[in-house]
């Protein structure tokens, strides 16, 4: 299967962030849009990054006051993200993210940022191509279908 394949189903919206936006500002819109992470984009659109729930919460935890909520995103973002392509095998992504301990993959498609694949994503598309080939297995045995 296709990452392609993947977002067709899932769906290509992706939540953004601004760069400059503030760790509140993140927290809120995470909160808002039920979501686990965020790609930082700079003005052009392009992302430069990702904010994650475990960014936030090694941020937290790293603080003694309530002002991490005024630093801008930027400040505590992952900046060395690894991007993924329509293209590649959800199996490559899937490798990918177990290898490097991330969650997230942004999808490029000609320079623009058209996705986001999470690894619950992956997991949720590999249990449903795993029940369909059960159930036509369980079929086959049953006899509801001929050899």
Do not use: C
């Amino acid at each position: 299967m296709k990452v392609s394949d993947l977002l067709r189903v899932k769906g290509f919206a992706v939540k953004t962030v601004l760069a400059g936006n503030s760790m509140r500002q993140v927290l809120k819109s995470m909160v808002e849009n039920k979501v686990g992470s965020l790609v930082v984009i700079d003005n052009g659109n392009h992302p430069i990054g990702i904010i994650t729930e475990r960014d936030i919460v090694r941020l937290i935890y790293n603080q003694d006051s309530q002002e991490w909520q005024n630093k801008p995103v930027n400040e505590h973002m992952t900046k060395d993200i690894m991007i993924g392509f329509p293209d590649d095998d959800v199996e490559y992504i899937m490798a990918l993210m177990t290898e490097n301990r991330f969650r997230h993959v942004p999808i490029m498609a000609e320079g623009k940022l058209v996705g986001l694949i999470s690894i619950g994503d992956i997991v949720k598309s590999l249990l449903k191509d795993i029940k369909s080939e059960n159930r036509h297995l369980s079929d086959y045995i049953s006899g509801k279908y001929p050899a």
